[in-house]
């Protein structure tokens, strides 16, 4: 028996490493994350398009989920499941807690309680719930990945928005595929016309280059207050901890249009570009190479810009592809 003890806590351990191993990759391919504000749908994922068939979740931002009123369903929110072990709360939890300790200590052949009888015991069921979790997790992302893209935002693409082919040719209005977003908060369609495309593309270098040459002040004149908060917060970390983050040579090679819309006297889109770039992390006393490359890499993101009705559009949102 002695075997089989040591048996589970090699096990255990290499559980450890695995979610560790997991995490620690999982945090390096966000990293920056998805943050910033879509106004009223912030929260709502943007129209597919052959540049970014999928877009990550929004995760940091100043705008508050709206909440459905008491009594009704809000959009895209679906009713919570019954019965004992679907309830939310102390119960659910509780049961679900003794239920699983219960069934591991019948696996290990100690009685349906003796999962609970040592703190061992209770890390190792611990243990044993998140690597379940983290696996999943990856076979759903995974799963989503191999799902085929459709382009369905209907939008222009960037490289088709050229000014100097069609000068006076406006491009069509989001929405005209069959998947386009509802209108929130009142949000009328916007029609861009090539001119905003080149703003959008110049954006890109103007905002990355701000960034890498760490001219906070640069910075506010091409996005909103909160974009630059969370760029002016990645900065200060790169500070203490004595990096410097380099983007250099950016070049848009595919975007698209996913949605144009308007709330009250803002007009937003959301366009999703892929570019290349240099980036790279350096120590920033010795130039030593901590993070990234010296030679391109590929990215796409979804950048959403904002202005005021006649004004000039500025950053708004990130999100990432």
Known sequence: MSGFWNFRYILGGLAVLVVLAVTAVDADARRGGSFGSRGSRTYTAPPATQTAPNAAPINRSITQPQTP??????????????G???RGGFMGGLMAGFLGAGLLGLLFGGGFLSGLSSFAGVLGLLIQIVLVVVVARLLWAWW???????????????????PYERPNAPQPAYGGG???????GGG???????????????????????????????LRAFATPEVVSYLAEE??????????NTVSDVKLLQG???????????????????????????????????????EPVERT??????????GDWILSAIQEA
């Open 188 to 218: 009328d369609a916007i029609e861009l016309t090539p001119q905003d495309f080149d703003v959008f593309e110049k954006r890109l270098s103007d905002v990355l280059a701000a960034f890498s040459n760490e001219d906070v002040v640069k």
């Open 69 to 82: 009123r008491a009594g009704s369903v809000g959009q895209g929110t679906a009713p919570r499941a019954g």
């Open 301 to 310: 993101e979804l950048w959403t810009f904002m202005r005021s009705h006649g």
């Open 84 to 86: 004992l072990f679907n």
């Open 178 to 184: 069959g998947s386009a977003a509802p209108m929130l």
């Open 256 to 294: 698209d249009l996913a949605e144009a819309w308007r709330e009250g006297g803002t007009e937003y889109a959301t366009v999703a570009m892929r570019y290349s770039s240099v980036d790279y992390t350096t120590q920033r006393a010795t130039g030593q190479l901590v993070d990234g490359s010296k």
């Open 235 to 244: 900065l200060n970390d790169n500070a203490s901890r004595g990096l410097v």
């Open 144 to 162: 989503q990945r191999r799902q085929p893209g459709y382009a369905t935002a209907g939008g222009p693409s960037l490289r088709d928005a050229n």
